[in-house]
């Protein structure tokens, strides 16, 4: 399950790059910048619903067993 996530974790980071580098970019525009937004926005979505709904009650699990 950890790799898939590192691996959206790794594509996140270049969005918010690519977005960082668009903002200081003479050929910005407002829409580009929105709809890539937009779509950033839909994967931290779906991104943070797997962690919820996988991971964290994998790390949950694991606590507990350590108690």
């Known amino acids: ?3 898939p996530m590192r691996y959206e974790h790794k594509i996140i980071d270049q969005k918010i790059s690519e ?9 910005r525009t407002t829409s580009a910048i929105q709809q890539r937004l ?16 996988v991971l964290f009650p994998i ?8 108690a």
């Open 38 to 53: 937009t779509r950033l926005l839909a994967m931290l979505g779906m991104h943070l619903d797997t962690e919820e709904a």
């Open 19 to 27: 977005l960082d580098r668009m903002m200081f970019s003479h050929a």
């Open 1 to 3: 399950y950890t790799e």
């Open 59 to 66: 790390l949950k699990e694991a606590t507990q067993e350590r």
